[in-house]
């Protein structure tokens, strides 16, 4: 089963600018994913954990910071994660 | 919830503008020097030639540059006279608190004129036979004009009936969000059709200026003033209210904001909740005393948003309010006691608590007022990483009682603990509400004499405290923070002084 894990960097500027809502949008989805279209594999488990400042970078500049599998995202909001998530989320990319 | 406050606890682009200028000012106030360098700032926010979400960058940094004086604790420019960003910053480039009313702003060139409230049929409309609508209609507003719904704008009174009875939802309500927001009617328009405050209505509880999609309403901090203070080597001492558990991410527990505030320049740092537990045990024993023998009922006064809506819509009755001191007020003289020397901050959700602070009464019990947002951003300008601190120290302060007064029916609950531990013969009503409109409405119950013998908690933002303007977190979230750190109280009931 390929599972997405995801990090979310915690560190101030990161709070700061909206890491508690991509969290909260992350949750929002693990909630409905028994309801997602046919398109998407609603079995691929969805795991967050939350991180301070990822591989120890300052990244003061580029918050907030999120890793889907080992991948780094900067400047994240939950639209841009979101998009990255569900598209992961897709049958034909497992 | 009413609807306009669809956005409450959501990160969008408004927020992390509003943020961005508190994280700057900050920056600005930490670095000292020549203050004329505002003038940068916005360029620094809004950078390049492409707007981000207005007709051009030149729009979009004049508001910033608006939003960098309101943080300054200046006032609007006027917008058809030339002046700099910083006109004026001398007098507000200060150690001590500086204020000029209106504390709460519409920039009005940011504001995009929303149409006021009127109830329009959708495309949804398929002109069914029923049409409830048309019969719904007390005014005879509604009625079927080549096959469709059709409402005259002229006749409708925008009660909203024939919105709740079209089995299509074809009839949509168009609403500014600010006025939405105000439980008070207070948002008006100018001559161009764009949100004007009127300040005799207006109780400055900050919904509006959270609930604006474009950004247009900001109030003033005090965040530079404050700073200055403590660069400047003067004694500050931080009273922090009770909804400020979570505010700032999973890694800042209590005693690491604690810390964290110790890191930034404040002296000490007491919870307000140690005035919340002194007021839980007055009002518990001024309820037992005075309701119904001298008083008919008791209004609880920890909310400065509840009691401003009482005196100035309810003049009758604010007798009846309690006359306890708020516990921000109570926190603030029990650290000026022992520490007449020093400045003395709240820090909290509540952009109403900056005018309580300037009242006669109270300014000089509390110098400045500063929100959790606008605290995070001087966190971040200082570089403070939360998972670097060691726990040192902790919050022993007050009870689990006073805790609890941060979100809605906190403040009711944690009297009536105290009435039935300490009176327990007492028989106690209560009644509470959330949200200034439904305040309004539980105050006109109290007026016509129907919770006589009650105690009645008042709260302006919807969810209590921790629902607040200057807020960080979603509003669910804190609410299930400060439940799990009021179970980590080392004592859950504040104890009754001696005298009473």
Redesign the interface.
């Given at each position: 089963m390929n599972n997405l894990n995801i990090e979310i960097c915690?560190?101030?500027?990161?709070?700061?600018?909206?890491?508690?809502?991509i969290m909260?949008s992350i949750e929002n989805l693990k909630e409905i994913s028994s309801e997602l279209s046919e398109q998407y594999n609603s079995d691929i488990e969805i795991n967050i954990t939350?991180v301070?400042?990822l591989e120890g970078a300052k990244h003061?500049c580029s918050s907030p910071w999120v890793s889907i599998n080992g991948e780094i995202f900067e400047n994240t909001?939950?639209e841009t994660i979101m998009a990255e998530i569900i598209d992961r989320m897709k049958w034909d990319v497992v | 919830m009413g609807c306009g406050l669809k956005m409450r606890g959501l990160y969008t682009p408004v927020t992390q503008i509003r943020r961005q200028v508190f994280e700057e000012i900050a920056r600005l106030a930490y670095e000292g020097g020549d203050y004329r360098r505002i003038e940068d700032i916005p360029y620094k926010i809004i950078p390049g030639e492409i707007p981000r979400y207005r007709e051009s960058v030149f729009k979009e940094r004049a508001i910033v540059g608006e939003r960098l004086r309101l943080a300054m604790g200046l006032s609007l420019r006027d917008v058809g006279k030339p002046a700099p960003i910083s006109k004026g910053i001398e007098d507000s480039a200060i150690s001590e608190k500086y204020y000029e009313p209106p504390l709460i702003n519409v920039i009005s060139f940011a504001c995009d004129a929303c149409a006021e409230k009127s109830y329009i049929v959708s495309e949804n409309c398929r002109g069914c036979l029923a049409h409830p609508c048309t019969s719904v209609c007390p005014v005879k507003a509604v009625s079927i004009v080549e096959g469709f719904s059709h409402i005259d704008k002229e006749k409708c009174i925008k009660c909203g009936r024939c919105k709740e009875a079209c089995p299509y939802d074809a009839i949509t309500k168009r609403e500014r969000p600010c006025a939405a927001a105000c439980g008070v009617d207070a948002i008006e328009s100018d001559h161009l059709g764009r949100a004007k405050i009127n300040p005799d209505k207006c109780v400055s509880c900050g919904m509006c200026m959270v609930n604006c999609p474009f950004a247009a309403i900001a109030d003033k901090s005090q965040i530079f003033q404050l700073i200055r203070a403590m660069e400047e080597g003067k004694e500050v001492i931080a009273i922090v209210a009770p909804a400020f558990v979570g505010q700032f991410g999973p890694l800042a527990t209590p005693d690491k904001i604690k810390e964290a505030l110790q890191i930034l320049g404040f002296s000490m740092v007491y919870e307000v909740a140690l005035g919340a537990d002194m007021g839980a045990i007055a009002e518990a024993h001024h309820y037992v005393e005075k309701v119904p023998s001298e008083l008919p009922f008791l209004l609880t006064s920890c909310c400065p948003s509840w009691s401003m809506l009482a005196k100035k819509y309810f003049p009758d009755i604010i007798g009846s309010i309690s006359n306890e001191l708020t516990p921000m007020v109570a926190t603030a003289r029990y650290v000026k006691e022992r520490h007449p020397d020093a400045h003395v901050t709240f820090i909290g959700p509540c952009s109403a608590k900056k005018l309580e602070a300037s009242r006669k009464t109270v300014r000089s019990d509390v110098d400045f007022v500063i929100t959790f947002e606008e605290l995070m951003g001087m966190f971040v300008a200082k570089e403070i990483e939360f998972s670097d601190l060691e726990r040192s120290t902790s919050f022993h302060d007050a009870t689990a009682t006073g805790r609890g007064y941060g979100v809605a029916g906190g403040v009711a609950s944690a009297i009536e603990a105290c009435i039935h531990e300490y009176y327990p013969a007492k028989e106690v009503k209560i009644d509470r509400a959330e949200g200034l409109s439904n305040c309004k409405k539980l105050l006109q119950m109290v007026k016509a004499g129907k919770r006589n013998g009650y105690l009645i908690e008042g709260m302006g933002c919807p969810g209590g405290c921790v629902a607040g303007a200057g807020t960080i977190i979603p509003i669910n979230k804190a609410a299930i923070a400060l439940q799990n750190y009021k179970q980590t109280s080392s004592k859950k009931l504040p104890e009754k002084p001696e005298e009473v």
């Open positions: 915690v560190g101030t500027k990161c709070v700061m600018n909206g890491a508690m809502d909260q939350t301070k400042c003061h909001n939950s | -």
